[in-house]
C-alpha cells in the first residue's frame, strides 16, 4: 500500500461561509496502480491531488503515504516527504524559464544535496527516457508544449519518487502531443512507477486501469479494466 | 551558497536595467561616502606633511610651567630638576618609535650677549650634544662639525647657521672669525644648513612662526662649555626623532613621562616636562576639517537608506512576480529556509555589487574633485572595506522582509492560476 486515505473531509472559507469541498473521502493506492480521478470543473479534483502530493492540509481524516501517518508534520517534513515521495506533473508544464532543460529536471535533486555533477547526470538520463536527449540545453521557449510537458513529467521522474501525481496533464496540448505524452505514462506505470492522474476528459482517463469519480465531494468507483 | 550567489548575478546580468536602477541609491550613497573619505584624508595627509615637512618627525620635549615653556632667560634656575645623561639620552633614543634624540640647552632669543666684533647677534643660542644636527636635519655646509675633542678639552669653538654666518660676517669667510659670547672667544668651527629632505612647506598656518624662528639665525657652541656663558644646570630640552610621523605623539609623550618620573619639584610649582609636538596641533586642525566632512557623510547616509528603501522595493515586486517559482520550488520540496536564503543572497549580491560599483565611482569623483578643486586625495583601503560590507548589510536588512515574504508562500495560491 503507498497512499491510503480515510473519512478525508476539506473545507473552504468563503467569506464567512464554510464550504466542504471534500467530504469523506476514501481511497487506496496500491504499488504499481494506475489510477484516474476525473469530475466536472470545480468538483475538488485538484483539492483532493493537493492532499495526496503534501502540499495541503485536510480539515479532518487521516493520510498515510508509506506507511508515515502524515498528520501532524511540520513544514519541513512536509517538503522533505514531497521531494523524496511525489513527483508533480501539473497542467502548464510549470518549468523555469530562465533554466535549460537538464536544469530544469534536475531541480529537486537539488533539494535532496545532491553535487552538480551527479545532477547533471541523472537528469541527463531522465531527458534521454523521456525521448529528450538532444534537447538538453534548449530553454523552454524554445521547446513545444508538448516537449515542456515531457521535460516536466522527467522532472517528476528524476527522483524516482513512490507516487506520480498528475493534475490534467494534458489539459493545455494539442491531440497529439497529448498523446505522447499518454504513451510516456502508459510506458512508465509498465516499468512500475505508480500513478494517479486527474482529467476531466473520459479517452484520457480510459488509459487508466481504474477510474474514480468525484462529485458533490463524494468519491466513487466508476471503471476498472 | 556558491551557486546561489551565482544564480543571483545571472538574475541580475538578466534584468541589467532594473538592477542597475535598483543599485542606484546604494551606488550615489557608497559613492559620496568614498570621495568624501579620500578628500578627508587626503587634507589630513595635506596638513601633516605642510605641518612637518617630509622627514624629520622630531618632536621636542620641554620644561614648562603651568602650560608655558620655561624660558631660561626669563626665569631663575629651577629646584628639583635634574640634569639629563647621556643614559638618559639613550633611553629617550631607544623608546619604540624612537630613533635619535639630542640634548641640549638653549636661549630661544638673546640680545647683547653675542657679538662678532661691533655687530651684536639677536637670535637662538644653543648648546648642543653631537647629536642636535643630525636629529634636525642639518648638514655641515662648510667646515667641520664638533668633535669629542671639542668636548673633552672644552674648546671654546662655535657653529653657525647660513643666516647668522650672512648677517655677521657678510661677504666674509666666517671660518676662523672669533665671536665674543659673554666676553668668552669663541672661534667659529663650521657653518650648517638645512639638509635637502627637511624643506617644511607650510606657507599658511600660524604654525608657520614656529620654523621662522629659525630666520633671525643660531649660533651654536659645545653643551658643555654653556656654564662659561650662561649657568650651570640649567633644564634641558630634548629633541627626539621619531621613526615616522605617526610615532610622535607616543614618541614626545612617553619622553615626557619618562624625565617627570625623575622630577622632585614642589607640588605648587607646576612644572613638567612635555612635548611641543606639532602633530597635536595637525590633528586640531584635521579635527576642524573632520568635523565639516562627517556632517557631509551623515547626508550621504540618508542616500543609503533610501536606496535601502530602493531595494525593499524592488524586492518585493521581484517576489510577487516569481510567485509561480516560489511556488514550483516549495512542490518540488524546497524549505522556507531554503527559499529565505535565496532571496536574502539575491538582495544582498545586488547591494553588494552596488557598493563595489559605489566604491569605484567614488574614487573616480574623488579624482575629479582633486583636479577640479585642487584639494587632495587619499584612498583608504579600510574605508572601502566598510563601504562594501555595510551595503552587503544594507542588502540583508531590507532583503529580510521581501524574503520572508517569500519564504512563507503558500505553493498551492502560488501555482494557482487565474
Ligand atoms: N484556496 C481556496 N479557497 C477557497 N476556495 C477554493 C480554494 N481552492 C479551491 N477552492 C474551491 O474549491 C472547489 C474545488 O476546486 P478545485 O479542487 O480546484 O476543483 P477542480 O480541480 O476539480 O476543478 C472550487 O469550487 C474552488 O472554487
Ligand atoms: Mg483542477
Known sequence: MILELRDICKDYMRGKMVVPVLKDIDLTVSEGEYIAIMGPSGSGKTTLMNLIGCLDRPTSGTRILRGEDLAGMDDNRMADLRNREIGFVFQNAELLPGLSAVENVALPLVYRGIKKTQRREMAKAMLERVGLGDRLEFKPNQLSGGQCQRVAIARAMVGSPSLLLADEPTGALDTQSGQQVMELFRQLNEEGVTIIMITHAPEVACCAKKTYLIRDGQIQIGGQR | M??????????????????????????????????????????????????????????????????????????????????????????????????????????????????????????????????????????????????????????????????????????????????????????????????????????????????????????????????????????????????????????????????????????????????????????????????????????????????GIGVMNIMLVTVTERTREIGLKKALGARKGRILWQFLTEAAVLTSLGGVIGVLAGIGMAQIVSRVAGSPTAISGPAILVAVLFSMLIGILFGLMPAVKASNLDPINALRRE
Not at chain 2, 9 to 28: A, E, P
Not at chain 2, 36 to 57: D, M, P
Not at chain 2, 72 to 93: F, K, S, W
Open chain 2, 2 to 307: 556558491l551557486e546561489n550567489i551565482s544564480l543571483s548575478i545571472q538574475g541580475i546580468w538578466n534584468h541589467k536595467l532594473r538592477s542597475l536602477l535598483t543599485m542606484l541609491g546604494i551606488i550615489i550613497g557608497i559613492a559620496s561616502i568614498i570621495a568624501i573619505v579620500s578628500t578627508i584624508k587626503g587634507t589630513n595627509e595635506q596638513i601633516k606633511e605642510q605641518l612637518i615637512g617630509a622627514g624629520n618627525n622630531v618632536v621636542t620635549v620641554q620644561l614648562s610651567q603651568s602650560g608655558y615653556p620655561y624660558e631660561m632667560q626669563y626665569n631663575g634656575i629651577p629646584e628639583g630638576v635634574p640634569v639629563l645623561t647621556e643614559e638618559d639620552r639613550i633611553h629617550l633614543a631607544g623608546l619604540e618609535g624612537a630613533q635619535e634624540a639630542a640634548l641640549y640647552t638653549e636661549r630661544t632669543y638673546v640680545d647683547g650677549l653675542v657679538y662678532a666684533g661691533d655687530i651684536g647677534f639677536s637670535g637662538a643660542l644653543r648648546g648642543v650634544d653631537q647629536h642636535y644636527f643630525d636629529v634636525n636635519g642639518y648638514q655641515i655646509y662648510l667646515g667641520r662639525d664638533f668633535t669629542q675633542q671639542d668636548y673633552d678639552r672644552y674648546q671654546k669653538v662655535a657653529i653657525l647657521d647660513q643666516n647668522t654666518a650672512e648677517s655677521l660676517f657678510a661677504g666674509q669667510n666666517p671660518l676662523g672669525q672669533v665671536l665674543e659670547i659673554d666676553t668668552e672667544p669663541f672661534t667659529v668651527i663650521g657653518v650648517v644648513s638645512l639638509s635637502s629632505s627637511y624643506e617644511p612647506n607650510i606657507s599658511n598656518y600660524e604654525e608657520y612662526a614656529t620654523f621662522v624662528g629659525f630666520d633671525s639665525g643660531s649660533v651654536y657652541i659645545p653643551s658643555n662649555l654653556w656654564p662659561l656663558v650662561c649657568q650651570y644646570d640649567e633644564p634641558q630640552k630634548v629633541d627626539i626623532q621619531a621613526v615616522t610621523t605617526d610615532d610622535m605623539t607616543s614618541v614626545g609623550k612617553e619622553s615626557a613621562d619618562y624625565i617627570n618620573a625623575k622630577l622632585s619639584v614642589k607640588e605648587d610649582s607646576d612644572l613638567s616636562y612635555s612635548s611641543s609636538d606639532i602633530m597635536e596641533r595637525a590633528e586640531q586642525l584635521q579635527q576642524l576639517a573632520n568635523a565639516t566632512n562627517q556632517q557631509l557623510i551623515w547626508i550621504a547616509s540618508i542616500s543609503l537608506l533610501v536606496g
